[in-house]
């Protein structure tokens, strides 16, 4: 599985997001997917994560209520709606892939894209 994370930019604080993270391969919808931001000086941390079949999801403490990310199997994408932005979210957005969904919470991940950079100005 290859994965190509997309729509990153420029936000305001209190401004909105919408990143898309698009897989190759038949077997995307196998695969429990999951968000992952690291700031510049900071360890990569955990955003959200979301079973294979999209009923279970999990987020950060910091992005509850704010986030939400949602996939399309059909189209082999998933999502994460960011909403409320604050400066800190700044960070490099990566998505990830793995075969539980609590793998992906623990970021033990088989499948890793290149990231997508998110700023959020004050």
């Known amino acids: 599985v290859q994965l190509q994370a997309s729509g990153g930019g420029l936000v305001q604080a209190g401004g909105s997001l919408r990143l898309s993270c698009a897989a190759s391969g038949r077997t995307f919808s196998s695969y429990a997917m999951g968000w992952f931001r690291q700031a510049p000086g900071k360890e990569r941390e955990f955003v959200a994560a979301?079973?294979?079949?999209?009923?279970?999801?999990y987020y950060a403490d910091s992005v509850k209520g704010r986030f939400t990310i949602s996939r399309d199997n059909a189209k082999n994408t998933v999502y994460l709606q960011m909403n409320s932005l604050k400066p800190e979210d700044t960070a490099v957005y990566y998505c990830a892939a793995a075969g539980a969904l609590g793998l992906v919470v623990r970021a033990d991940c088989d499948y890793w894209g290149q990231g997508t950079q998110v700023t959020v100005s004050s």
């Open positions: 979301i079973s294979w079949g999209g009923g279970s999801t």
